[in-house]
C-alpha cells in the first residue's frame, strides 16, 4: 500500500513545541539555570555560535543524573494548541517532524505523547547515569535542522513547496527559509526580522488555518 503524504510540517521543540528550555531544566538540577537560561536566550537571539555555545552550555550540566530526567519532563509544559494543530495535520493527511538544538533524552519520552511522528536532537553523553557535560555526536544546529526538514521530505515524496516550518530562535532561520512556509512563531527579534510569516500569540491552533 502506498500512502501519500499531502505536506509536512516540522516545529522547533523548546519554546516552540513545549513552552520551556529544556536545557535550563536540565541546569536546574545542577543549580546553574540562571547561567544556562541566560545563555540559551543569547544563543537563540544569534548573538553566539549555536554549536559554540551549546557545548559550553551543557559543560554546564556535568553531574547531573539521568534519573533527574522524569523531574525535568514533569515540568514540561506543552505550548497551547499543540494537540489540535497536530490533529488538523493528521486530517488533511500530513506528517508532523520535531528537530531540535536540544536533547532525545527527553525528545524521546515527549514527541510520541505529542503524536510527533518523526523527530531528531542532540544526544548528552553520560557515564553509569551520570552527564558527563558532553555532546554526542554532531551538533543539530541551524543548517543540520534545514538538512533534516529537506531529509524527511524527500523520504516522504512531499515537495519542498509543501513544506511548513515553525520555529522561535536563531538556529530555526535556515528551516524557515528552506520551507515552503517558513514561520517565526513567538520569535526572537532577528527571527521575525527575518521571516515570512510572523506570529505573536502564544498559540499552536491559530496556525491550522494555513494547513494546505
Ligand atoms: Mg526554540
Redesign the pocket.
Known amino acids: 500500500m502506498c500512502v501519500t503524504v499531502r505536506f509536512l510540517v516540522v516545529l ?5 513545541l513545549i513552552r520551556n528550555e529544556v536545557i535550563e531544566l536540565i541546569a536546574d538540577e545542577a543549580g546553574r539555570g540562571a547561567e544556562v537560561a541566560a545563555a540559551t536566550e543569547a544563543a ?1 537571539r544569534g548573538e553566539t555560535d549555536f554549536a559554540t555555545s551549546l557545548r559550553s552550555r551543557v559543560e554546564a550540566l556535568a553531574g547531573v543524573p539521568t534519573a533527574s530526567f522524569e523531574r525535568v519532563l514533569a515540568r514540561i509544559e506543552p505550548t497551547p494548541g499543540v494537540a489540535d494543530l497536530i490533529a488538523a495535520v493528521y486530517e488533511r493527511g500530513g506528517i508532523v517532524g520535531v528537530v531540535s538544538g536540544g536533547f532525545h533524552e527527553i525528545l524521546d519520552e515527549l514527541a510520541p505523547r505529542l503524536g510527533v511522528d518523526v523527530w531528531r536532537a542532540n544526544r548528552l553523553a553520560a557515564r553509569e547515569g551520570i552527564l558527563t557535560g558532553a555532546v554526542e555526536g554532531a551538533i543539530v544546529d541551524a543548517q543540520a535542522k534545514a538538512d533534516q526538514l529537506a531529509a524527511w521530505a524527500a523520504e516522504h515524496g512531499v515537495a519542498a513547496h509543501r513544506t511548513i516550518a515553525i ?3 536563531a538556529n ?1 532561520l535556515r528551516m524557515i527559509e528552506a520551507a515552503g512556509l517558513g514561520i517565526a512563531f513567538n520569535a526572537k527579534p532577528a527571527v521575525r526580522a527575518a521571516a515570512p510569516l510572523v506570529t505573536s500569540r502564544v498559540d499552536l491552533s491559530q496556525l491550522i488555518p494555513l494547513l494546505p
Not at 522547533?12 to 516552540?16: E, F, I, L, N, V
Open positions: 522547533d521543540a523548546d519554546s516552540t537563540m520555529g522561535d530562535g530555526d
